[in-house]
């Protein structure tokens, strides 16, 4: 079975400073991986997807990940953190042959002017 | 509908009665999932159909739940003999087949 870790469940940063959001997975098959982002009252809205192809991907907002096979992860940044970023982040992950997604425990990024 | 709707938006409901949410998909929307996340626990998988079939139900924490799914539309998840611990919100989502996900806004789940 695939699973997902987010090692940290708060990150606190200040405006304009760069930031990475860590994710690892685990799955004896090759996956789908996915971040979620979910704005205070808001629902979860997907952020950036990798499925296969260049291991650089980018999403909305300026969000980037990096799909690493060999230290099966795939790590969030962005450069340059605005206020609005603040929101809880979700990295999830889907094996070929299933629809079956499986979310990890979130981190909750926290910028500060 | 434009959206995934969910009802009701709040339930209280007090230990040990039987409760039923809701879940309205994205119309075509053949995958529909449900999930539950509290504090602390993320979002934990509870089950997910393809049209009216559930292909894994390994998420269901006990035999105290149940979904189904009638139409390839509506879904309904049962809470029988509620307890306190299952107080979370209850997360559905719908998609096309490996499509992203479009969450609804859930319904909390409040166990007096």
């Known amino acids: 079975a695939q699973s997902v870790t987010q090692l940290d469940s708060q990150v606190p940063v200040f405006e304009e400073a760069p930031v990475e959001l860590r994710c690892n997975y685990s799955s004896s098959v090759s996956v789908y991986l996915f971040w979620y982002v979910q704005y205070p009252n808001q629902g979860l809205q997907l952020l950036l997807k990798y499925l296969s192809g260049s291991t650089l991907v980018k999403g909305i907002n300026g969000f980037e990940a990096e799909f690493n096979k060999s230290q099966t992860s795939f790590h969030l940044r962005k450069p340059s953190v605005h206020i609005s970023d603040t929101a809880e982040y979700f990295c999830?992950?889907?094996?070929?042959?299933?629809?079956?997604?499986?979310f990890g425990t979130g981190t909750r990024l926290q910028v500060f002017p | 509908g434009a959206g995934v709707s969910q009802s009701p938006s709040n339930k209280v409901t007090e230990k040990g009665k039987d409760v039923e949410l809701r879940c309205d998909p994205i119309s075509g929307h053949t995958a529909l999932y449900w999930y539950r996340q509290s504090l602390g626990q993320g979002l934990e998988f509870l089950i997910y159909?393809?049209?009216?079939?559930?292909?894994?139900k390994s998420g269901l924490p006990s035999d105290r739940f149940s979904a189904e799914r009638t139409g390839g539309s509506v879904s309904t998840l049962t809470i029988q003999r509620t307890q306190q611990e299952d107080s979370a919100v209850y997360l559905c989502?719908?998609?096309?087949?490996?499509?992203?996900?479009?969450f609804g806004s859930g319904t909390q789940l409040s166990v007096l």
């Open positions: 999830a992950v889907r094996r070929y042959n299933t629809d079956k997604l499986i």
């Open positions: 989502a719908s998609s096309l087949v490996g499509e992203k996900l479009f």
């Open positions: 159909f393809q049209g009216n079939s559930a292909p894994d």
